[in-house]
T-cell receptor, first 113, second 115 residues
Framework: GENVEQHPSTLSVQEGDSAVIKCTYS??????FPWYKQELGKRPQLIID?????GEKKDQRIAVTLNKTAKHFSLHITETQPEDSAVYFC????????????FGTGTRLLVSP | DAGVTQSPTHLIKTRGQQVTLRCSPK?????VSWYQQALGQGPQFIFQ???????QRGNFPDRFSGHQFPNYSSELNVNALLLGDSALYLC??????????????FGPGTRLLVL
């Protein structure tokens, strides 16, 4: 069945460092890959997404890369700040017109001042 | 512009009871998806409603059922509650598209505790 693996499960960095979270998906028909940030007790919020027709997308300090051949995609956060501390989820979906998101297990990012 | 809203925010039930959770989609959205998020896990897809019909379903038993109303709001019903049904239930709204699907926007969730 469809599966998304996410690593690492926890990540601790110093403020100003970069953080990288990696995901691997199993369904080769997947072509939409969003990343959500979930702070404690709050709803998941989309921070960036990428579709299979591009290999990289950037939005200020956040970037996502996609390798469809290897079925890998990664989230890169540069110049981390304490407010980046949260749980980050990757997800994958087929482009069928109705998204069914398959989520990874999450990465708890802790940015220390 | 109203975002996705859910009610209630918290709920405590006992095993064997039934529960109904409610969701109102973001303004302009007509598709509602429901997810179950167990503690420390990623959200798991339950099902999705569009035009008042269930369009897709995840790997959840028939105890989980839903409904969508003409105003696009939705309900999630769970019968014969088990302890393992304790989780955060998230509703997400979107609009189906072809090449450029709109993103799913999540509500704040309903935290269900089954005792």
């Amino acid at each position: 069945g469809e599966n998304v693996e996410q690593h690492p499960s926890t990540l601790s960095v110093q403020e100003g460092d970069s953080a990288v979270i990696k995901c691997t998906y199993s369904d080769s028909a997947s072509n939409y890959f969003p990343w959500y940030k979930q702070e404690l007790g709050k709803r998941p919020q989309l921070i960036i997404d990428i579709r299979s027709n591009v290999g990289e997308k950037k939005d200020q300090r956040i970037a996502v890369t996609l390798n469809k051949t290897a079925k890998h995609f990664s989230l890169h956060i540069t110049e981390t700040q304490p407010e980046d501390s949260a749980v980050y989820f990757c997800a994958a979906s087929r482009d069928t017109g109705f998204q069914k998101l398959v989520f990874g297990t999450g990465t708890r990012l802790l940015v220390s001042p | 512009d109203a975002g996705v809203t859910q009610s209630p925010t918290h709920l405590i039930k006992t095993r064997g009871q039934q529960v109904t959770l409610r969701c109102s989609p973001k303004s302009g959205h007509d598709t509602v998806s429901w997810y179950q998020q167990a503690l420390g896990q990623g959200p798991q897809f339950i099902f999705q409603y569009y035009e008042e019909e269930e369009r897709q379903r995840g790997n959840f038993p028939d105890r989980f059922s839903g409904h969508q109303f003409p105003n696009y709001s939705s309900e999630l019903n769970v019968n014969a509650l088990l302890l393992g049904d304790s989780a955060l239930y998230l509703c997400a709204s979107s609009t189906p598209g072809t090449e450029n699907q709109e993103t799913q926007y999540f509500g704040p969730g309903t935290r269900l505790l089954v005792l």
